[in-house]
């Protein structure tokens, strides 16, 4: 079964846990070409939704559907979360019953490497965080 849900906004979760992402007071996403964003986007995507599908595996309350560029995964007992890529921004957009909606940029804090994350740049949090404090999600660290 997936970890509890935690009831806390991401940003309220990593204040009261200490543990900070290294993006904090960042304002603006990396420079990215559209075909890097749909290559760093579709990458992640497809981790997140792996790493759902494992989660829907073990706990046969757990749907996920990925249809026409929207993961939806419904997990009880919190509701419905959507997710999905929005090209023209170069963001990804994900719905949240717990803490709503957000809008990701993908920021590299070394502009020569891969290494970045999906950062909503209202307070810093990132995807990740949130996928694994709400979700339970543990995305594999990237090669």
């Not at 079964?1 to 900070?20: D, K, V």
């Not at 599908?53 to 073990?58: C, F, G, K, M, Q």
């Not at 502009?111 to 994350?117: I, L």
Request: hydrophobic letters at 30%; a negative charge; proline letters at 6%.
């Amino acid at each position: 079964m997936h970890e509890p849900i935690r009831s806390a906004s991401s940003s309220a979760a990593t204040a009261a846990s200490g543990h900070t992402t290294g993006y904090e007071g960042i304002k603006d996403p990396s420079n990215i070409t559209q075909h890097k964003y749909n290559q760093l986007a579709d990458d992640y995507l497809e981790a997140v939704q792996q790493c759902l599908e494992d989660l829907s595996d073990a706990d046969e309350n757990v749907e996920v559907e990925f249809s026409a560029g929207v993961l939806t995964v419904t997990l009880p007992p919190a509701g419905t979360y959507v997710i999905n890529k929005q090209p023209p921004n170069k963001q990804i957009w994900l719905s949240s019953p717990i803490s709503g909606p957000k809008r990701y940029d993908y920021v590299s804090l070394d502009e020569n490497s891969d290494q970045g994350d999906w950062v909503y740049l209202r307070d810093g949090s990132t995807m990740t965080h949130l996928l694994r404090d709400e979700m339970g999600v543990i995305l594999p660290d990237k090669e």
